[in-house]
């Protein structure tokens, strides 16, 4: 401490805090008034930018000088030892010009090696219309016009629209708005420059197409969204047969009028495959089918596809494109949809092994087979090949975040609402990220928006009820659930989530007859019926059902984790240890990676090693996931961090005091998420019967009797 003190006054002697307040005062007197002049001077967007680097670069230099050297009556000078003599030669030496020269280079190469690339970085934007800032190097290719004389060829000018976003897509530098958001401008009354605010880009490709019999005749023009100025245009006239070579022109032409943006070789523009052209409309009205986003949508999309292989049979997009319809084919078990989707993308990849659309598909496979270690390069790749492929962005932000970089999540999802601002799913993605980085304001904000634009939206009633449910309102969470049931009173899947509820506000009473109810119209929903016989009736009721859903889906882990969580409640701790290491042998190593997913039956496991017998290895494994707890943030997307987690820990390695501390400010954070069973929570067992342990449990149930209240109150209030 004297030491550090003594440092601390020679710093003040020497005027090293004088010197660096001056230097500081001044650098933001120099930024304000280049803040000023800047743009009347005409100066470049990366000024202030440059500024500001410099500015950082100079105040070591800065301080090492005060320390060094002081201006007197001589001029500059050293400065003085603390006990130097009064008749000291103070003046510099040449020591002194060499090492003021070596920090001037230092500082001099580092504004070398910063400065073009802030430059760079910031030219990369620019301000439209005073609003707001865009990349220079994005694009948008906006829907094609259809002046056929019968205006019957839409089909065409899609496909053609639709064919240079993914040819421009694959160019690296190169930001294009994907499909989906430009396509949501096919019929719109905005003019194509205010579309191109909307979609925040700085240039947009417009065009039309034009066929008569076997002529086509396509005009496209590329425009700066800035100024409105044409950059380029041009008019064809060939063959309906050229059309793959007139789209690929077109993208040549548009990377050629933004070279000063980027650098790219044209040969990567050139689609290598040219399909039969009948087969290639019958892939065009399929993807307008599947836009459909409607089940009889998808049938058609699916005849479509089908028919564009047997014309084309190495068609490699045709497989993916019929791949993607799956998604909607209900009339299909999950082993079947899989089984044909892997089918149609491993034949895909075999036609062309550079598709990065069926690399996204394959990314998941990879998940579902459990090879994740392959799902991250996989989908790398696919944005290596397709940087502005939005599906692969949106993948690879959930692995991300699977995989606890939640950051990273982040940046991807923000590239993907760039390039899809207009897409539902992308913005959901966007808003987990924040989420996942507990930036819940920003996620809800991103909901509350895509309600606004689509009140019938169902992703953002579930989205806001789970996280007020986390954040500890489920009041709030009970309004978004009911809504979402209103807006469809038929689905079965909202009214059980309704019934649900209920049992979250811990009233149970209501549950229980909202879910016999509920059971009335859908009798063969097992999991309510199994909640429903377990909490009312009892463990010898519901058991059954337990097994019979993991013998109905043996694929599922959850299944299984729910029945060790029913047999941990049932004290029936050395089949806890038989389910859980066989869904997750992981587990039962030494050294267990423990993520948001697996910390329950991680915690499920813990408790059995230690209630029967093998209590340093269930303590061991108590160490890895409080370390994961603590590592992971209180607000996830998927929840299972809920907030208690370390309470529950304490408890089974019997720390009475440390445990109910926890369990207390966890309540008293918010904690409310899957509460209702805390009172027979196999973990708190040895603490049943004790006043602290009652007196919190009352302040819980005090807590979700005020909820109920405030969700009678304000149930009919505005939702957005």
């Excluded at 790219?264 to 050139?270: C, F, P, R």
């Amino acid at each position: 401490m004297a030491g550090a003190y003594s440092f601390i006054r020679e710093l003040r002697r020497r005027k090293v805090f004088k010197g660096a307040a001056l230097y500081l005062v001044g650098a933001w007197l120099v930024l304000q008034v280049a803040d000023v002049v800047a743009e009347p001077a005409g100066l470049p967007p990366w000024t202030m930018t440059a500024l500001l680097y410099l500015a950082a670069i100079g105040f070591p230099v800065a301080v090492f000088l005060g320390w060094r050297y002081e201006i007197g009556e001589h001029g500059l000078v050293r400065t003085a030892p603390a006990r130097a003599a009064d008749d000291a030669d103070l003046s510099l030496q040449r020591s002194d010009y060499v090492m003021i020269g070596v920090f001037l280079v230092v500082a001099g190469l580092a504004a070398w090696q910063l400065l073009p690339q802030v430059i760079e970085d910031a030219e990369q934007s620019v301000t439209i219309a005073g609003d707001f800032v865009v990349h220079r190097n994005s694009v948008a290719v906006l829907p094609f016009q259809d002046y056929s004389p019968n205006a019957d060829h839409s089909y065409l000018s899609n496909g053609l629209a639709d064919n240079v976003t993914h040819v421009l897509g694959q160019v690296e530098g190169l930001l294009v708005t994907a499909r989906t958001s430009a396509q949501a401008f096919r019929e719109t009354t905005l003019t194509a420059f205010e579309i191109a605010r909307e979609l925040r880009v700085a240039h947009f490709l417009e065009g039309s197409v034009q066929r008569q019999g076997e002529e086509v005749r396509v005009l496209a023009r590329l425009v700066s969204s800035e100024n409105g100025s044409e950059l380029w245009s041009r008019t064809f006239d060939r063959p309906v047969a050229d059309i793959f070579e007139i789209q690929d022109e077109i993208a040549v032409e548009v990377v050629n009028a933004l070279n000063d943006v980027l650098q790219q070789d044209e040969a990567v523009l050139k689609e290598e495959y040219r399909p039969d052209l009948a087969a290639y409309e019958q892939v065009v009205l399929g993807k307008q089918e599947l836009d459909t986003h409607t089940v009889d949508g998808a049938m058609r999309a699916w005849d479509h596809f089908s028919k564009a292989i047997e014309i084309d049979p190495d068609y490699a997009m045709a497989y993916v494109h019929k791949a993607d319809v799956l998604n909607l084919r209900d009339d299909l078990s999950m082993e079947e949809r899989n089984e044909q989707r892997r089918d149609l993308i491993d034949r895909a990849l075999e036609l062309d092994p550079l598709s990065a659309d069926a690399l996204v598909h394959l990314a998941l496979f990879y998940r579902f087979d459990d090879e994740l270690e392959k799902v991250g390069p996989t989908l790398e790749r696919a944005i290596e090949l397709n940087p502005s492929l939005v599906d692969a962005r949106v993948a690879y932000s959930y692995r991300l975040f699977a995989s606890g970089d939640n950051d990273g999540a982040l940046e991807q999802a923000r590239i993907a609402a760039e390039l899809d601002p207009r897409n539902e799913s992308v913005m959901m993605a966007l808003a987990n990220a924040y989420w996942s980085v507990a930036r819940a304001e920003e996620a809800i904000a991103i909901l509350k928006d895509l309600m606004r634009q689509d009140p019938s939206n169902p992703s953002a009633y579930q989205g806001l009820s789970r996280w007020y449910m986390q954040m500890g309102k489920p009041g709030q969470a009970m309004r978004y659930r009911q809504a979402l049931l209103e807006l469809d009173p038929q689905s079965q899947r909202r009214q059980a989530a309704v019934c649900d509820m209920h049992y979250q506000l811990w009233d149970q009473e209501t549950a229980f007859a909202c879910t016999e109810a509920y059971l009335e119209r859908f009798p063969d929903d097992l999991d309510a019926k199994k909640n429903l016989l377990w909490f009312r009736d009892g463990p010898d009721a519901a058991e059954p059902l337990f097994r019979e859903q993991i013998e109905a889906e043996p694929w599922f882990e959850y299944r299984k984790v729910q029945y060790a969580n029913f047999l941990s409640w049932e004290r029936r701790h050395a089949e806890v240890i038989d389910v859980v290491e066989a869904a997750y042998p992981q587990l039962a190593g030494n050294a267990p990676e423990i993520d948001d997913w697996t910390s329950w039956p991680a915690r499920l496991l813990a408790q059995a090693y230690v209630e029967t017998g093998e209590k340093d290895r269930g303590l061991a494994l108590l160490a890895e996931i409080e370390r994961a707890v603590q590592r992971m943030r209180k607000l996830q997307g998927t929840g299972w961090v809920a907030g208690h987690e370390d309470a529950q820990i304490y408890a089974i390695r019997g720390e009475k005091n440390r445990a109910l501390d926890a369990l207390e400010a966890a309540i008293d954070a918010g904690w409310m998420f899957y509460s209702y069973g805390l009172e027979n929570d196999p973990s708190f067992d040895a603490y049943k019967d004790d006043p602290r342990f009652l007196t919190i449990v009352q302040k819980l149930r005090d807590r979700m009797a005020q909820e109920r209240q405030w969700y009678q109150d304000h149930k009919d209030d505005a939702l957005y």
